[in-house]
Nanobody, 121 residues
């Protein structure tokens, strides 16, 4: 079993920045892709960004391209989401996810508990 723990959420004004972290622990065997999702009140959970095992391929949801950056540190079993130029519509609970693949995953097996990001206007 793999456990994922997010941190770094909080309250920020529009235009500000936050950096989310996700630490993976437990029975991690083999390569795994990681991703970030978010869920705003009254909306379905949506994909935000994904990264492959080696960290050289990334994918982003259109609304965050150019503002958010996903990265990972394999030595620390940690993924990051740097969020710049935040907008009120970015307000959501952000979830980290992992999947047993070296690629950018389509489906994820493991999920964190989520961290709240609130952007005030």
């Amino acid at each position: 079993q793999v456990q994922l723990v997010e941190s770094g959420g909080g309250l920020v004004q529009a235009g500000g920045s936050l950096r989310l972290s996700c630490v993976a622990s437990g029975r991690i065997a083999g390569p795994y892709g990681m991703g970030w999702f978010r869920q705003a009140p009254g909306k379905e959970r949506e994909f935000v960004a994904g990264i492959n095992w080696s960290g050289d391929y990334t994918r982003y949801e259109d609304s965050v391209k150019g503002r958010f950056t996903i990265s990972r540190d394999k030595a620390k079993n940690t993924a990051y989401l740097q969020m710049n130029s935040l907008k009120p519509e970015d307000t959501a609970v952000y979830y980290c996810a992992a999947a047993p693949t070296a690629l950018i995953a389509r489906d994820y097996n493991y999920w964190g508990q989520g961290t709240q990001v609130t952007v005030s206007s």
